[in-house]
């Protein structure tokens, strides 16, 4: 089983910055790739940015340019540094790892962390 433990969520006035972490935990695994969405009130979850495992990134056009993901792949973690922080960037963020326990594949999830940008 592979744990996944968010943090760095919190409350920040519009323009400025965060940065979530997500720290994947367990035994014996391999993640490939790394992923952080999000989820509004009364809306869907939505993919912000997503990481590979030779560090090729990609982004929703909303966040483009304001947000950065990165990964420690020796501490098993992934980071989302977010930056010029609008309202509606606010939402619960999840971060999502997928790879293999030995050759069994997963898709996990972590418990979410606030994000509200507000004044």
């Known amino acids: 089983q592979v744990q996944l433990v968010e943090s760095g969520g919190g409350l920040v006035q519009p323009g400025g910055s965060l940065r979530l972490s997500c720290a994947a935990s367990g035994r014996i695994f391999t993640i490939n790739g790394w992923g952080w969405y999000r989820q509004a009130p009364g809306k869907q979850r939505e993919l912000v940015a997503a990481?590979?495992?030779?560090?090729?990134?990609n982004y929703a056009d909303a966040v483009k340019g304001r947000f950065t993901i990165s990964r420690d792949n020796a501490k098993n973690t992934v980071y989302l540094q977010m930056s010029s922080l609008k309202p509606d960037d606010t939402a619960v963020y999840y971060c999502n790892a997928e790879g293999f326990i030995i050759y069994t594949p997963f898709n996990n999830w972590g418990q979410g962390t606030q994000v509200t940008v507000s004044s």
């Open positions: 990481i590979t495992s030779v560090g090729s990134a």
